[in-house]
C-alpha cells in the first residue's frame, strides 16, 4: 500500500534536515509498520532520533507525531477494511445487506451534530452568509455533493462558483479570490490531491477555507480555516454520501432561514416567477404551499 502521506514528505523533502529526512525516507517505505511504533522506536529504525521524528511530524503539520500516527492507523484501518468487502457482501442476504447500509446510514448521520456541534455548523453557515464570493470544490464524488451545495447556495445568494478539479481547472477562478472571499472543500477517502493543491492555493490568496471531511487529520482538514466532519463509512466498497447530503441540507436551513432569511425569500419568489412564466414545471402547486424551488 502507498504512503498516505507519501506526496506531503516528498514536498516538504527539500526543507527537511538530514536527521528528519531520514524519518521521512523511513515512513515512505515503512509506514503500516510505524503505525504501532513510538517516535522513539521510529527514530530509532530510521537511523535518527525521536526529536526528529517529532520535528517531521511538526512539519507536515501535525500538533506531534502521535498525532500523525493517528492519521496512518486511520487510513490502514480504512484500506483494509475496503479489500474484503465485496466478498463479504455477496454472503450477505439482499434483507442483510439493506439493514446493513440502513444502519450505517442512521449512524452516520447521527454522528453529524455529535462531531461538530451546534455551534460549530452554525458558525460555517454564518460564514457563507457573508462571505463575498464561494467557491465550491470537490474532485469525483465528492464533486457531486458539492454539486447540490453549489445548487441551493445559488438559489439564496449570488457570486457562488462550482469548480470540480478533475473537469475545470480551479485555479483560474480562485486567482481572482480574496480575503473576503470562502472556498468550501469537500475531500473523502480516497483524497483527491487536486483538492488539497486549490485549499492551499487559495489560503494562499487570502481566502478562507472550511473543509468538509470525514476527519480532521484528513489532507484539507489539517489546512482549513474550519472544518466540518462526517461519517461516510458503508458496508458496501464505496462511500455513503447520506450524511453529507444532510449537513448541506442543515446548512442551507440555516443560512436561507435564520442568517439571510429576507434576502433568500426574495431570491426564491424570483425563481417561483422564472418557473411559472416559462411553465417550466409539470405541476401547477404554489410552492408557498409546502413545495418547494428547487428541479
Known amino acids: ?103 450505517s446510514d442512521r449512524e452516520n448521520l447521527r454522528q453529524i451534530l455529535d462531531n461538530n456541534g451546534i455551534e460549530g455548523v452554525k458558525e460555517v453557515a454564518r460564514l457563507l452568509s457573508e462571505a463575498g464570493r464561494i467557491a465550491i470544490v470537490g474532485a469525483r464524488n465528492s464533486g457531486a455533493v458539492g454539486l447540490l451545495l453549489w445548487m441551493h447556495l445559488n438559489e439564496i445568494r449570488t457570486d457562488v462558483d462550482n469548480l470540480v478539479v478533475n473537469l475545470h481547472n480551479p485555479f483560474d477562478l480562485i486567482k481572482s479570490y480574496g480575503e473576503d472571499d470562502v472556498v468550501v472543500a469537500l475531500s473523502f477517502p480516497r483524497y483527491s490531491k487536486e483538492t488539497t493543491q486549490v485549499v492551499d492555493f487559495a489560503r494562499g490568496r487570502g481566502s478562507s477555507v472550511v473543509a468538509v471531511t470525514d476527519r480532521v487529520f484528513s489532507p484539507v482538514g489539517r489546512a482549513a480555516d474550519m472544518c466540518l466532519t462526517v461519517g461516510v463509512d458503508s458496508p458496501g466498497y464505496f462511500n455513503s454520501h447520506v450524511a453529507t447530503v444532510s449537513l448541506v441540507n442543515i446548512l442551507i436551513v440555516l443560512i436561507s432561514a435564520v442568517f439571510r432569511k429576507g434576502e433568500s425569500a426574495e431570491y426564491l419568489e424570483d425563481i417561483d416567477r422564472v418557473f411559472t412564466t416559462y411553465d417550466m414545471l409539470s405541476d401547477t402547486d404554489d410552492f408557498s404551499e409546502g413545495g418547494n424551488s428547487s428541479v
Open 1 to 103: 500500500m502507498t504512503c498516505p502521506i507519501a506526496d506531503e514528505l516528498r514536498a516538504a523533502y527539500h526543507e527537511l534536515t538530514p536527521a528528519t529526512r531520514k524519518v521521512a525516507d523511513y515512513l515512505i517505505d515503512n509506514w503500516i509498520e510505524a503505525v504501532h511504533l513510538s517516535a522513539e522506536e521510529v527514530g530509532d529504525r530510521a537511523g535518527s532520533s525521536q526529536s526528529a521524528t517529532a520535528r517531521l511530524a511538526y512539519a507536515l503539520g501535525y500538533s506531534s507525531f502521535t498525532e500523525l500516527r493517528q492519521h496512518l492507523q486511520d487510513t490502514l484501518q480504512q484500506q483494509l477494511r475496503r479489500a474484503p468487502r465485496v466478498q463479504d457482501l455477496a454472503d450477505q442476504s439482499t434483507a442483510e445487506l439493506m439493514q446493513s447500509v440502513v444502519a
